[in-house]
Each structure stands twice: as C-alpha cells, then as structure tokens.
C-alpha cells in the first residue's frame, strides 16, 4: 500500500530540515531551482532524472546541518571559509542513509573548484559543477542586491567555475526570468511541479524516512535514540498482539514520525534540568500540532491520526483532543505505551534511565487509572527482558552508524587536511 506519495517524500523532508533551520534549506531551494533550469536548457536528462536532482541539489547543504551550526545563517562567511567539512559529512550522510549513494558525490564534489573536477571520474560531476555556479549566485545576490551582477563570476570561468556552466546560466537567467522568480517565491511552483516526476519504490520511501530520523540528530542525538526505541517497542508488541501486517506498517511509520514537531520546540526548554513552567509546557504541547501540520496532506490519514494521539490518555487527560478510552483504538495504544516507555528508560538531563521495575510500576499505575489499555501493558510487562533486549540491539547499531559517519568523516578531513 503507498502511504505517501514520491513527490511529497521530498517536501516532506524539506519542510522537516527548514524546522531544523530555515536558511539553509531555502538557499538550497534556490539553488535547485537554478540547477533545474540549467538543465532543462542543456536538454541532456528526462524528467524523472531532473527531479532526482532537484531532490539532491535541495540537500546539497545538508552536511552543514552537522559541521556548521554557528554560521548557518550568515550564509557569505559561511560560504567563503572552507566548505569542505560540510561537503564531506554531507556525502557520507547521503551515501550510507539515503537509497540514491550514486548521487552523493554531488554533493562532496559541489564545492571543489572546476578546473580540479574536470580531472573526476564521475557521471554528474556537470551536476556538481552547476551548483557551484548556483549557490554563489544565490550568496551574492542576496548579499549584495541590486549590486549584485551576475558577469562578476566570468572572470572564473574555466578556473574555478565551468565556463560552459556560467554561458547556461546567463542564458536562462533572462529567459526564464530566474530573478524575478526567486524574488517573488514563483521558482517554488515550478520545483514542486518537477518534483511530481519524482519516483521511489515503497524500499527506497522507507529509506528516505529512516533517514529522517537521523536528520533529527542534527537538533539533538537523543532525539534519535528515543524515536528508535519507540519505533522498537511499537514493533514488539504489536507483534505479540497479533496485529495484521498493514496495520503493523502503519504503527511503524507513525512511530517513526510522531515526534517531528518537537524539532520545532526550544531546545533551552527541552533539555531544562528541572521542572517545566505552566507556559513552557504549553510551548512543547505545540509539537502536537506541529507535526500535523508538516504531515497533513503528504501521509496517509490513518498514520497521520495514530501518531497525533500519542499523547492522548483513556481517561479523557491527554492532549490535544482529551479522547476517551472508546475512541483510542489499538494501534493509538500501542504507541502511546511505547512512547511513555522510551521517555522512561533513556536517560534525560533532569533524571536518569528508568529501571524496569520503576518503568513497570509507572504502566501500571497508569491502567488503574484507565489512561492505557491493560491489554498492551500487560504484553509489553510479560515479554520487557525481550523487548528491552530487542531495543538494546537496534540503539547499538544507530550508535555504529554515528560511529561509522564520524570516523570516515575524520578520516576523508585529514586526507583534504581539513
């Protein structure tokens, strides 16, 4: 069954990065849009090809997410300084989690100098070259306005810039109107119109959004290992529940996008070593609606209803609806065990990690009080060790993966003497 479409596969994870920071995933919006002109002049790919490029020129900038916190939004010096950690992360965050690694070397070769990439072995090093040329015509001209003159570039042509790159783009800069289009917001249609010839198989949207999850690392690691866990004991139970296969999917992803919105919560108030205020709870209540928000119209509704409800409580206590135990149906229940459990039993800057007794007590506490359904405490109680065991697993291998992406990280930096 497709629970969401290709196209919104990539306006999903755009909206979800411009939580994380807004300025870097318009610029590389602009920029996507003048590498898509670019080559829709050039006339060398199909469509479906151009989208899969729109897709990876949006995220060229994604490394920076990682190595550039603190001037991501002063995008000239960002751009002057040397970009090559940001590409570097980039390509290998592209390469190990996303389903397209063939591309990712656009985004590790976007910044190098042309002259040096001619020298590359590489099917869409023209790619990598173009948005070169792209990022620093959107840096500059956003920097310096009407001032701005997009001739400045010729004198790199050949050397730092391809020459053929910046002859295409002077071309479409009048006839397509690129920058009255960027200026008004138009270039959004046309990429959201490319973007419909996107096509991933239901392997490859699985991928996407598993990568996600790791896109909520850049805010906070823990983020990552809590929704893991969660995604963890969602499966197990709903297993030993029986649960069909397509309503087990749909946990899944539920599980898997329940907490977005919380990327758009203060951190201060997030990791606050104490007990929240009356208003500060009220802010991180909002992710709620947050999440309905970025998922609304991209997901399917029934996982969109079952993540909103985590939250939710059978005695008429829980956020934002106050449903009751009748309008809570299993997979809703489901989640929200899991999401208690996986707040429990990771360590939080205001506490530490749970024991299973106290994790137990809590789940039971909460049945005599009709806020969970007996039935999936009790599933969850009789199989913990497994589950817990099962959870340990799968954390262990995020924790490689991190391991893995900032080891080669440190080993490509020292190999360009970053």
């Known amino acids: 069954m497709e629970y969401i479409k290709s196209k919104d596969i990539y306006l999903l994870m755009r909206d979800i990065l411009k939580l994380i920071n807004p300025t870097l ?20 790919y199909e469509e479906f090809e151009l989208a899969d490029i729109v897709m990876i020129a ?11 916190r603190g001037r991501i939004n002063d995008m000239l010096q960002y751009e002057t300084r040397d970009s090559m950690a940001h590409s570097i992360y980039g390509y290998l965050f592209f390469k190990y989690l996303s389903p397209e690694p063939d ?29 070169n040329i792209a990022e620093k015509i959107d ?32 071309q479409c800069y009048s006839k397509y109107n690129i920058k009255e289009k960027l200026e008004s917001g138009e270039y959004k249609t046309e990429l959201n119109e490319i973007a419909e010839y996107m096509i991933f198989s239901n392997e490859n949207k699985k991928k996407f959004l598993d990568m996600l999850i790791y896109c909520l690392g850049f805010v906070r690691e823990g983020m990552v290992l809590d929704t893991v866990t969660t995604i963890c004991i969602c499966e197990e139970i709903a297993s030993r529940l029986f649960l069909p296969d397509q309503e087990r999917e749909m946990i899944y992803y539920a599980a898997l996008l329940h907490d977005l919105g919380m990327i758009a919560i203060s951190q201060d108030i997030v990791m606050a070593p104490r007990k929240l205020k009356p208003e500060e709870i009220k802010h991180v209540r909002t992710h709620v609606a947050i999440t309905k928000e970025k998922l609304e119209h991209k997901m399917d509704a029934e996982i969109i209803n079952i993540a909103l409800a985590h939250h939710e409580r059978g005695d008429r206590s829980g956020y934002p609806k106050r449903l009751n135990e009748q309008q809570i149906d299993v997979r809703q229940g489901v989640l929200q065990v899991a999401d208690v459990v996986s707040a429990l039993v990771n360590k939080r800057s205001y506490r530490e990690a749970a024991t299973k007794q106290q994790v137990l007590r809590i789940l039971n506490e909460e049945v005599a009080k009709n806020r969970f359904k007996k039935q999936i405490v009790m599933v969850l109680s009789q199989s913990y060790d497994e589950i817990m065991a099962h959870v340990k697993r799968e954390t262990a291998s995020i924790l490689k993966m991190y391991q893995t992406l900032n080891m080669q990280y440190q080993q490509v930096s020292t190999k360009y003497k970053i």
């Open 139 to 170: 840096i500059y001209s956003n920097t310096m306005g009407t001032q701005f003159d997009p001739r400045m570039f010729q004198k790199q042509a050949g050397t730092k810039l391809s020459a053929t790159g910046l002859e295409r783009f002077y």
């Open 25 to 44: 995933i318009e610029h590389g919006s602009r920029v996507a849009y003048i590498v898509y002109k670019m080559l829709q002049e050039e006339n060398k």
């Open 103 to 131: 591309l990712a070397k656009v985004i590790m070769y976007h910044c190098r100098d042309y002259e040096k990439l001619q020298a590359v072995d590489y099917a869409y090093k023209d790619v990598a070259a173009y948005i």
């Open 58 to 68: 949006t995220m060229h900038d994604i490394g920076a997410y990682k190595t550039e």
